[in-house]
């Protein structure tokens, strides 16, 4: 079974500045695909990336809650949501 992953992420200041995509795959989260959803974004959201990763094949889809700490690393809350569709 194909999983996909959403890391929601809350708390990123400044987008310009701070490479988000670098920060979450230091993560190493457990899935064949992931997406990355900002907080202040208003053009992707967490259904758009949940839409993409089932156009992908992905059975499971879970949602993890991260936070920027210091505008340097991203860190997981430990909240998790199981989507399913």
Known sequence: MKTGAIVYI???DDQ?????DEAVRKLTIKANRVEIVLSG???FDIMDAWWFLTTKGMQEIICLI???KDQSEVILTGRELRLCG
């Open 10 to 12: 809350t708390g990123v």
């Open 66 to 68: 991260a936070m920027v």
């Open 16 to 20: 310009d500045s701070f490479d988000v």
């Open 41 to 43: 974004s208003s053009h």
